[in-house]
């Protein structure tokens, strides 16, 4: 068991926890068109040519090239137009010496033809005869067979993340299903006397349980699906018993307010008491964030969070989400960071990471870092930021005018 509330660093502190990371190892197929965020969990490889036909990349006339060679304003070349390519159709049309066929941006190049002038580059003469005023070279505004993929060439490898532009590379193929990791489930436990549901009014001492279900949120950003549990009061039998139940549904348990001064040597025993290899971090060296647990039981991550909202968001960003990330078969974590000029100094404290909420503005063609300062237990902080700044631990603050890492949300 580790000592409790050793503090480490966080990278110190991930080091604890990766090498218990391991990739999910159920897999299932589904519709490359609803695919959109998933995990691919084979290389994919292009099964055809694309285009499997040389085909046009702009509106104009395919031609023969050296039937243009020195055209000029002046001096144009003279080609009678014998058709046009329909789009959608084979080409029909077969270019002689002195030709040209009319064509659009995506058809495919007629028989003969071995360039395309754009349509800018031409004068019409009469409904049969057209003059190029710029010359075209070979292979001009033509797309050739493969040039966008190549049969057998690497498409996307094993751990990439779907995006929309993967989507239509893949259907574009022929692609219409893929193997991808199952998602990671993640179950969010909201603990404390204090806490009524979002929906009930409450009364005196008490606060709606938001965490969970903004965790939640996150969980579901970062590709998981979750599940938030009942809150649960400051008792151990009931905490465990949800906790064991949490461990038996997810691949991810996550305590909400489980590592408070008052409630965290709780949270501890609870982790220790439902399998090895237990707590392995407990304290890190964080603002907000100090009291975090990052713990393993089996091979499942389980993880303590602050009660605080800023620093619960903050923490689950830092070391849930890329957690997820790998469990989910992902080669790289997505990762959206901008580079900020602060606008005001940010106070630190040497040997300790601090994240500081920043509203983001554009001013005289720079980005500006605004820091939204606030207590870690006020949520509308993080509402009015565009993302975190992070102090590194070797620096006693930053001043005004700093360029400041900016980790967007």
């Known amino acids: 068991m580790a000592d409790l509330f050793t503090v480490l660093t966080p990278r110190e502190a991930w080091s604890k926890l990766e090498p218990h990371l391991h990739p999910m190892d159920r897999l299932e197929a589904v519709a490359t068109a609803e695919a959109l965020g998933r995990v691919l969990a084979e290389d994919t490889r292009a099964p055809t040519d694309l285009p499997h036909f040389p085909r046009s990349a702009m509106d104009g006339y395919a031609v023969r090239a050296e039937d243009t060679h020195g055209a000029t304003e002046g001096l144009p070349a003279y080609l009678k137009v014998v058709g046009e390519v329909l789009m959608g159709k084979p080409a029909a049309v077969k270019l002689s010496p002195g030709e040209a066929a009319l064509i659009h941006t995506g058809g495919m190049l007629a028989v003969g033809a071995d360039a395309v002038v754009m349509v800018e580059n031409t004068r019409s003469v009469d409904a049969s005869m057209i003059e190029v005023v710029r010359p075209a070279a070979k292979g001009e505004n033509v797309i050739q067979i493969g040039e966008d993929m190549a049969k057998g060439d690497a498409l996307l490898p094993r751990g990439s993340i779907l995006r929309p532009q993967d989507i239509g590379s893949l259907l574009s193929l022929g692609i219409t299903r893929v193997s991808v990791f199952q998602k990671v489930k993640v179950a969010l436990i909201p603990t404390g006397d204090e806490l009524v549901p979002p929906e009930t009014e409450p009364g005196p001492g008490q606060i709606r349980n938001t965490n969970a279900f903004a965790l939640a949120s996150m969980a579901a950003k970062a590709g998981a699906i979750p599940v938030v549990m009942d809150i649960v009061r400051d008792n151990y039998e009931s905490l465990r018993a949800t906790a064991q139940k949490a461990l038996e549904m997810a691949d991810v348990v996550v305590f909400s307010a489980g590592s408070s001064v008052s409630t965290r040597d709780m949270t501890s025993r609870v982790i220790e008491s439902l399998g090895k290899p237990g707590v392995l971090v407990h304290g890190v060296s964080l603002r907000p964030g100090k009291p975090t647990i990052l713990a393993v039981v089996g091979r499942k991550p389980v993880f303590g969070l602050p009660g605080n909202p800023a620093s619960a968001m903050i923490t689950f960003g830092i070391f849930v ?22 606008t005001r100094n940010i106070p630190s404290a040497t040997g300790r990471e601090d994240y500081v909420p920043v509203k983001i503005e554009e001013k005289d063609g720079e980005l500006h870092a605004e820091p939204v300062f606030g207590k870690s237990n006020l949520l509308f902080a993080m509402i009015r930021a565009d993302g975190l700044a992070r102090v590194p631990l070797d620096k006693g603050g930053m001043a005004a005018g700093e360029s400041v ?3 967007l949300f």
């Open 321 to 342: 989400t890329p957690a997820i990330y790998r469990l989910s078969g992902c080669s790289q974590a997505q990762r959206f960071a901008l580079k900020a000029k602060l």
């Open 405 to 407: 890492e900016i980790t």
